[in-house]
């Protein structure tokens, strides 16, 4: 989390345990991928409690390779990830079809930002109660819109109520991050999405109770 170590540590074990829980739930292969949103997140909350830390030991090589780590996620990971993990749970092949189109786009802006993270490594400073990561070319226009269609507006497309929630409220959550958090953005951001990752285990828990299989809409 992007406000203190404490905070991170805690948002992470909560996910952890959350993310067990979720992958539990996940009977068939095609489920994994968006049962497993909670424990990746829990994983990424854990990389910056620990640089948290590590700012305190004045330690700057662990410090940037705990950066490259968390950038990993933030910048790589989840514009592939998501919208494939949408992909892989659509029953819907016209819906599967723009899931399609859309993973292509994360996949060129996941590239393109890990290129980037090579040519231009990211520095990572607190700020207050807040981590700072300089990434410039993260705020290239095309750049966002890509990475947020992909984060977002990927789950929008879903055939299924709660992943539609879900992508709107990770993207009203990314509007409001860095409408009062331009600076912070990216720690901010991504501190909302993580808690908002619970809605991923709302959906398995409602099918498994409702009895219905989880690649159906509903």
């Known amino acids: 989390m992007c406000f203190s170590a404490a905070a991170s540590f805690t948002a992470g074990a909560a996910l952890l345990g959350i993310g ?3 992958l539990r739930a996940a009977r068939q292969p095609r489920e994994r991928p968006f049962a497993a949103i909670p424990l990746l997140f829990g994983i ?4 910056e409690g620990v640089l948290w830390l590590a700012f305190g030991w004045d330690t700057p090589g662990l410090v940037a390779v705990l ?3 968390y950038s990993v996620f933030s910048h790589v990971l989840w514009p592939v990830y998501v919208p494939l993990a949408a992909w892989a749970l659509e029953p819907r092949a016209p819906r599967r079809g723009a899931l399609a189109v859309v993973s292509v786009g ?3 802006v996941g590239a393109y ?3 980037n993270m090579f040519a231009n490594p990211i520095v990572a400073r607190p700020v207050g109660q807040h981590i700072d990561y300089d990434s410039p070319h993260f705020y290239v226009a095309i750049v966002m819109t890509l990475y947020l269609t992909a984060t977002t507006a990927s789950m929008l497309l879903s055939s299924h109520r709660v992943m539609k929630l879900f992508g709107a409220l990770t993207l009203t959550g990314a509007v409001v991050a860095y409408l009062f958090y331009a600076r912070w953005f990216i720690s901010v951001w991504c501190f909302f999405a993580a808690a908002l990752s619970v809605v991923v285990y709302l959906h398995f828990a409602a099918k498994r109770v409702l ?3 989880v690649g159906d809409p509903g």
């Not at 990424?44 to 990389?47: D, L, P, R």
């Open 20 to 22: 067990a829980a979720t």
């Open 44 to 47: 990424q909350q854990g990389i």
């Open 67 to 69: 950066t490259q780590a």
């Open 106 to 108: 994360g996949i060129a």
């Open 113 to 115: 930002l890990l290129y």
């Open 211 to 213: 009895g219905t299989p």
